[in-house]
T-cell receptor, first 111, second 115 residues
């Protein structure tokens, strides 16, 4: 079983739609959680951290469920510019900071 | 304030050759991590350098080696290149090996193609 699993998509949605991505992780000792965004042929860029209490940044909402080892990202009012791959990232509790990435979920927003 | 910089941007090699990729961390960062991202996959952790030593290693063969210099910059070396080594190689830096659970910031990457 992979340490971090995501649905690879692609998710094809029209502008203005709401879309949700899910991610599960296998190591219950995982400490920190993030969503990164990666545009085609570019480096991953931090989108937002994920907290148990849930956090929101504009149109983006992230949620963590430690009991179910599940992370989600909700994008409201999708824009064309949201088209990208969204990577779920977990930091394992190894004493050293090692990021473990999911395979990414590709989002395509169309006019 | 320069972010993480990597060189070269693109590289083409043939099987059996050796390659060296370079990374300069973000100003104020002393820890460098390397990742390999194959097409359609998420980045995979190769290793992390701190205080000029390899501190942690992912599931990569010994053909992958690295180095960190006193100025915190780092090199990734890959020997006896295989077709499967074709990937985007990403460097990330942080201010400590534990990073305080803060996210890492990535360079633009080096795209390596093996013919």
């Amino acid at each position: 079983r992979k340490e971090v699993e995501q649905d690879p998509g692609p998710f094809n949605v029209p502008e203005g739609a709401t879309v949700a991505f899910n991610c599960t992780y296998s190591n219950s000792a995982s400490q920190s959680f993030f969503w990164y965004r990666q545009d085609c042929r570019k480096e991953p860029k931090l989108l937002m951290s994920v907290y148990s209490s849930g956090n929101e940044d504009g149109r983006f909402t992230a949620q963590l469920n430690r009991a179910s080892q599940y992370i989600s990202l909700l994008i409201r009012d999708s824009k064309l510019s949201d088209s990208a791959t969204y990577l779920c990232v977990v930091i394992m509790n190894t004493g050293f900071q090692k990021l473990v990435f999911g395979t990414g979920t590709r989002l395509l927003v169309s006019p | 304030d320069a972010g993480v910089t990597q060189s070269p941007t693109h590289l083409i090699k043939t099987r059996g050759q050796q390659v060296t990729l370079r990374c300069s961390p973000k100003s104020g960062h002393d820890t460098v991590s390397w990742y390999q991202q194959a097409l359609g996959q998420g980045p995979q952790f190769i290793f992390q350098y701190y205080e000029e030593e390899e501190r942690q290693r992912g599931n990569f063969p010994d053909r992958f080696s690295g180095h960190q210099f006193p100025n915190y910059s780092s090199e990734l070396n890959v020997n006896a290149l295989l077709l499967g080594d074709s990937a985007l190689y990403l460097c990330a830096s942080s201010s400590s090996p534990t990073g305080g659970n803060q996210p890492q910031h990535f360079g633009d990457g080096t795209r390596l193609s093996i013919l």
